[in-house]
């Protein structure tokens, strides 16, 4: 049966903005995927990335190319070599998934052998900012039991020591995104250690995380930027405890499944994060989430408006998505 195929671009505004080491953003921006056989109806979200050269618009023309396979019944496993790895692939992905679930009437669960879904604590994120500041935005969200810092190189140690004295008793992650360097590596790590952070997530830039190797990491290491699209996670223990799965950079919920298994099978802790996206972007990576020792699906908490349907949060309690959303 031959598919209709629909790809439109959204932008959902950010509450307060979004500040990272290397970008500020006032705007979620994705591309959905909507595939319909005139019966059923899948749909998949999907956030461009600009650190590997995605944008709105190469991500809408990747599509725009593999639609006349879609239409004429290309499966997920052939989607995994018909395209590469990346935004493009997993919007298309994580439709594929919605619309098998609709035809049958089986959760996207049970199709991938997950197992019946469960709430789970995701991390909430605090953007980086001067010291002063970001303790002022950590104290409104003290209540939560696990925070995401985000940090920018020199003078994280100040940021880090402002946010602990704000948030005593939640559980902290800090992501440098790739923002530190040999000018500022030791002291940023003793101040991780001292503020008992659970996890430093990509703290050196990925050309240079030979660093890392050989190192004595009394704090869990994860590779973020590290793990790039597409390509194996051979060689990341040396250097990592820990690798964080995005579907973006997967290039979808299957190969992410995949992934997981992979950094199983190598001992690495597992860590499932989000771009800035909605909750159809987050949905199906609930799924990983079941397996994983570290959430970060947060995004619909960082817009100012989510799309509705969404998915349910009471604090930081992510709950499994509802089929009008997706699976």
Known sequence: ?????????????????????????????????????????????????????????????????IAPLLKNGLSREQLLEAMPAGAARNAVDCALWDLEAKRSGTPATDIAGVGPLKPVTTAFTISVDTPEKMAEKTRAAAHRPLL?????????????????????????????????????????????????????????????????????????????????????????????????????????????????DEARAQDLKVMVGCMLGTSLAMAPAVLIAQKADFVDLDGPLLLAEDRSPGLKFEGSTLYPPQPELWG
């Open 148 to 260: 995401k810092i985000k940090l920018a190189g020199p003078g994280d140690d100040e940021r880090i020591a402002a946010v602990r004295l704000a948030a005593p008793e939640s559980t902290l992650i800090v992501d440098a995104n790739e923002a530190w360097d040999e000018s500022c590596f030791e002291i940023n790590m003793a101040a991780c250690e001292a503020a008992g952070v659970a996890l430093i997530e990509q703290p050196l830039p990925s050309k240079n995380d030979g660093l890392l190797a050989g190192l004595e990491r009394r704090v869990v290491i994860c590779a973020d930027e590290s793990l790039h699209p597409g390509k194996s996670i051979d060689g990341l223990r040396a250097k990592y405890d820990a690798v964080n799965i995005k579907l973006d950079k997967a290039g979808g919920l299957t190969a992410a499944l995949k992934l997981c």
């Open 1 to 65: 049966m031959s598919l209709e195929v629909s790809i439109e671009a959204q932008r959902f505004e950010i509450a307060g903005g979004f500040r990272i080491s290397r970008e500020t953003r006032t705007h979620a921006q994705v591309v959905v995927v909507t595939l319909s056989d005139g019966k059923a109806t899948g749909h998949g979200e999907s956030v461009p990335y600009p650190r590997y050269g995605e944008s709105l618009e190469t991500v809408q023309t990747q599509i725009e190319e």
